[in-house]
């Protein structure tokens, strides 16, 4: 019952800054990958994180205390089926879903229409994803349209529909312990993975080969899977920001651009590491590494309570463009660069983004129209780059250099944490582990 605390307590966060009302939430429906195979299953990641529950074709309701009845958490889930469980395996069932996770309520999924209506009655608010999914918008007007015909019956419907997103991004931005210590471990295994990798590059190999590599220790490691499709990108590829073809000859001379991390327990983790396939950088790669390597350092410095979310990238930029003008591939001051917007053609994209349960996670970056300020258990990627194509006012020795270094930072009641610390970044660190 430990493990289901959190859950429990989120639940209760809930349904107090709702005040007043219920709150329906799906968790994901399963997806055909072809005929009659479906893609691997992964449950909402709002269900998620209030239930901690993983199986499909369930809904979680928050209905609020009122004068006359305390708050109330309900599942809907699959009932226990003998003969499907041969099928598909194990299922908890409503009566045991209830006692494990911590439920005043579990019934059949087979029964929310029925009961849905009568659970909408009274209540001043109803609290849903709105435009997340068409066909469950049109499932909730209906159950409010059964509620407003019984009007003449002396029932009320709700009279204002609401998105539980705008409570629980807000919830989800701020990691608690438990959460950070799911993180932590994501982080550890996808660093391993990386490690693996370098370890395991020649020339010759194929970035699917790599790929492979990364799979096998997220999955040794005991992660359920790749947080998101990886990024193994040798060469040319690597100036792709979205490469994911990863199918091409690693070539000695070459680097190779991973960007890869593991899902553990709901929870991502998001690296990424560039290095030589010979194990040896190059003086050019060597140069634009350090450049990399120098912005995303001084960027990492400025996570820290009270700071600005746009202060790393407004710190990568800087050191960005006056690396650039040091290499020969911008002209004029900083300032100059910076304004005109020249630094776009090697680094055009921000810095970081929130993480969390996804890899893209919830939260706004901006409040009121102002860069929000960090906070402690706000967890954020720092990842500038560099991507040189060839062009003729750019030197040669520099064409499809791609170079991108991506670490998780969490912000601490003081300053900062590296989640991903063990994922080696130096030339030194990098070419030591390929010897």
């Known amino acids: 019952m430990t493990y289901i605390q959190p859950f429990i307590a989120r639940r209760k966060l809930l349904a107090a800054q709702m005040q007043a009302g219920v709150a329906i939430i799906p968790t994901a429906p399963e997806r055909l990958r072809n005929r009659d195979a479906h893609y691997p299953y992964r449950f909402d990641s709002y269900f998620y994180y209030l239930t901690g529950f993983r199986e499909p074709e369930a809904v979680l309701l928050i209905v609020t205390a009122t004068d006359h009845a305390p708050a109330k958490h309900i599942l809907f889930c699959r009932e226990k089926d003998a003969e499907r469980e041969i099928w598909d395996g194990f299922r908890y069932g409503p009566e045991a879903a209830r006692e494990v996770f911590g439920f005043d309520e579990a019934y059949p999924i087979t029964r929310l229409e029925e009961l849905l209506p009568r659970l909408l009655a009274d209540q001043p608010a109803v609290f849903t994803a709105l435009g997340l999914d068409q066909s469950w918008d049109q499932r909730v007007v209906g159950w409010l349209n059964r509620v407003r015909e019984l009007a003449r019956t002396g029932v ?11 409570i629980l991004d807000e919830m989800r931005l701020i990691k608690g312990t438990d959460e950070l210590q799911i993180m932590q471990r994501a982080a550890d295994i996808s660093a391993q993975a990386h490690q693996r990798a370098m370890q395991t590059t020649i020339p010759g190999m194929r970035e699917n080969e790599i790929e492979a590599e990364l799979l096998y220790t997220f999955r040794r490691h005991g992660a359920q899977a790749p947080a998101y499709t990886s990024i193994v990108a040798g060469g040319a590829n690597a100036c792709v920001l979205h490469y994911v073809q990863n199918n091409a000859e690693l070539r000695s001379g070459d680097l190779l651009l991973i960007d890869a991390g593991c899902e553990l327990d709901g929870y991502a983790a998001d690296i990424t590491r560039t290095f030589p396939i010979n194990g040896k950088f190059t003086a050019a790669q060597r140069d634009v590494y350090q450049l990399v390597l120098a912005a995303q350092t001084a960027a990492i410095l400025q996570v820290r309570p009270g700071n600005c979310w746009n202060d790393p990238h407004q710190t990568v930029l800087c050191v960005l463009a006056q690396g650039f003008i040091d290499l020969g591939l911008c ?20 810095t970081g983004h929130w993480l969390g349960m996804d890899v893209h996670d919830v939260g706004e970056y901006k409040q009121k129209g102002e860069w929000r300020l960090l906070q402690p258990g706000m967890v954020l990627t720092v990842e500038p780059g560099c991507y040189i194509r060839p062009a003729d006012n750019v030197p040669e020795h520099f064409w499809n250099i791609g170079i991108r270094i991506e670490d998780d930072v969490v912000v601490t009641q003081t300053d900062h944490e590296l989640l991903t610390v063990a994922a080696p970044k130096t030339i030194a660190a990098i070419e030591e582990l390929m010897q």
């Open 331 to 350: 002209r004029g001051s900083m300032e100059a660069v910076l304004e005109s917007g020249d630094y776009k053609r090697f680094y055009m994209h921000k």
């Open 156 to 166: 009320v419907a709700p009279n204002e529909i609401r998105d539980y997103r705008a």
